[in-house]
């Protein structure tokens, strides 16, 4: 079952089967953390993108480093986020008032939803906000959806942003900083989109099934 499954039935409808897949507002947003852990690891980055009409607003995009006083070795590594990085980096109650007021009632797209949304509502609950309760797309999820169902083909559980970059020839470049991915992300769901449409037409509710 797909991520935010849970919210609906098959048959229940979100919006107007006049709205176009194209007209909506998405924000496609990526997360940098010091680890994995919802209650104890904390974020450091956030990195979102408006997609809408489909164009990914790179020039009016988000990307905010938070002053956190946890950090972990092993995961800089990963993104070379570290403790005294050089960056102006606001509160973790100031990052996130600054989010909600990019992402709106916008769609929610990210990779392996489930993290970036968890993450994001343990710091909201954290500096008493509530929830998100946008709705949500997993690029994981949908990218699973363009895939051929054959005995010959094997599929995997889980398919990584490396992945998906690789089968739709997206760079790399700027992969593990939080920008850097949610572009990445945003291409996926453009091509995966585009994929869909290759089988059949496909509205924005048929996206949530």
């Not at 164009?55 to 002053?67: A, D, F, N």
């Not at 797309?137 to 949908?142: A, H, Y």
């Amino acid at each position: 079952m797909s991520l935010f499954n849970f919210w609906q039935k098959e048959e229940e409808k979100f919006f107007d089967e006049n709205i176009t897949i194209e007209e909506t507002r998405f924000v496609v947003l990526d997360t940098e953390t010091t680890g994995f852990d919802f209650t104890n690891d904390r974020i450091l980055c956030i990195g979102a993108l408006v997609l809408q009409n489909g164009t990914i607003s790179v020039q009016h995009s988000l990307e905010i480093y938070i002053e956190q006083d946890h950090y972990d070795e092993s995961t800089a590594q990963i993104h070379g986020i570290l403790k005294d990085f050089v960056v102006k980096r606001p509160s973790e109650l100031e990052a996130l008032e600054q989010f909600l007021a990019y992402l709106g009632d916008a769609i929610i797209i990210a990779h392996h939803a489930y993290f970036d949304i968890t993450m994001i509502n343990k710091a909201l609950e954290r500096n008493g906000f509530s929830e998100l309760k946008n709705k949500a797309l997993d690029t994981g999820v949908l990218y699973k959806k363009t895939l051929i169902k054959s005995h010959l083909f094997e599929r995997k559980d889980h398919y990584s942003l490396d992945d998906l970059a690789d089968k739709f020839d997206i760079s790399k470049k700027d992969r593990h900083t939080a920008l850097g991915d949610a572009y990445i992300t945003a291409i996926a769901f453009l091509k995966i989109v585009k994929k869909l449409r290759e089988k059949k037409e496909v509205n924005l509710n048929q996206l949530f099934k």
